[in-house]
C-alpha cells in the first residue's frame, strides 16, 4: 500500500520481444527493441553444461533473430536445449489472462549434429481431427 506522498515505484519495461543470438555452444537472449543503452540485461546459456548466467552485454549483433518469447531452458543428460517461441495466436482469454496457441517454436541444442550457429525451426504439427 502506497502511503500519501510516497513515490510510486518504476516499473520495470514491458519487452515485446526478444533477440536470441546462437554462437557455437552458447545461446545468448536480450530484451528486444532498441537499446536504452550500450550494455543490456543478458541471459546466457552454455549448451553442453546447461549453465545460465545474467549479466550486462553489448546489444546481440550480426546474426541475432527477434522472437516472441523464451519457452524454457531444458537441463537433460546429454546437454541443454533452449526453446523459443516464434510465432503465436491468440485464442482466448482465461479470467482475464490471453491463451495462447504456439503454431511455431525454435530450438537451439548441443545435442543437435552439425549446429551451424542458427535455431532449429520445427513448425508444431497439428492433430487431424477424427
Known sequence: MQSKGSVPAKAAPVHTTLRVLVSNDQVALQPGGRAASNQLPTLG??????????????????????????????VMKGGAAVAVVTAAQQVGLMESIAMFLLPSLSVASSMISAHDGTLYDKPVTQRQQR
Open 45 to 74: 546459456v552454455e549448451l553442453h553444461s546447461g549453465r545460465v548466467q545474467h549479466s550486462l552485454q553489448p546489444l546481440l549483433g550480426k546474426g541475432a533473430q527477434d522472437v516472441l518469447a523464451l519457452m524454457g531452458v531444458f
